[in-house]
């Protein structure tokens, strides 16, 4: 068992993040049994859903002429635009029938605003709005968080540099982690995570 101040951050693991998913990664799935298994070692564990409205600025449809995985610059910068993905309500937004849910004692939904794509756990890509995690998660002691989930290099990356940022120690279990591997983003987020004092387990 993880000491008390320790927190179980559990990223996006949704339908249209696994195989057969509107934006799969690759054994996207596969790292669910580790994950249920990892919930019974944390008195606190936090669950991420991605929660687009289906007119979201990020997704690539809503652009005309513009192609899926292509980068646009949006007010708060770099933007890449993704197919149409976890769309509120729908049965791709969904946590994977195979995650546990009963253990989490917070949901945090992400992404939800038209105009603003949100990676992280804890800010929106501006880097300004926050989710409330923080604050939840020092409200009940937490001084250090375990990531796990999807994807390694995007949500589960930003998570972690966020976490750290904020002062919280952090760990990724990169193991019970997938990426996408944009262009090399994987070992780009692996280094700034390293860079920045994140404790990567591969």
Aim: one cysteine or more.
């Amino acid at each position: 068992m993880h000491p008390a101040t320790h927190a179980l951050i559990v990223i996006d693991v949704q339908n249209d993040f696994c195989p057969g998913g509107a934006l799969a990664v690759a054994e996207g799935d596969a790292i669910i049994a580790q994950i249920n298994g990892l919930m019974d070692e944390f008195q606190t564990v936090v669950l991420t859903q991605d929660w687009h409205p289906a007119d979201h600025s990020s997704f690539a449809a809503n652009h005309p002429g513009a192609a899926a995985f292509s980068v646009t610059e949006m007010p708060y910068g770099p933007q890449v635009l993704w197919p149409v993905h976890c769309v509120q309500g729908s049965e791709g937004a969904a946590f994977h029938r195979d995650l546990r849910s009963e253990p989490a004692q917070l949901i945090i939904r992400k992404g939800f605003r038209a105009a603003i794509d949100s990676y992280s756990a804890f800010f929106e890509n501006d880097h300004q709005t926050q989710t409330g995690l923080e604050g939840y998660l020092r409200a009940r002691g937490i001084t250090h968080v375990v990531l796990v989930g999807l994807a390694t290099d995007f949500c589960v990356g930003y998570s972690a540099l966020d976490a750290a940022k904020l002062g919280f120690g952090v760990t990724v279990l990169a193991q019970a982690c997938r990426a996408i591997d944009l262009n090399g983003s994987l070992a780009a987020t692996q280094k700034a995570c390293i860079e920045a004092g994140v404790i990567w387990l591969d």
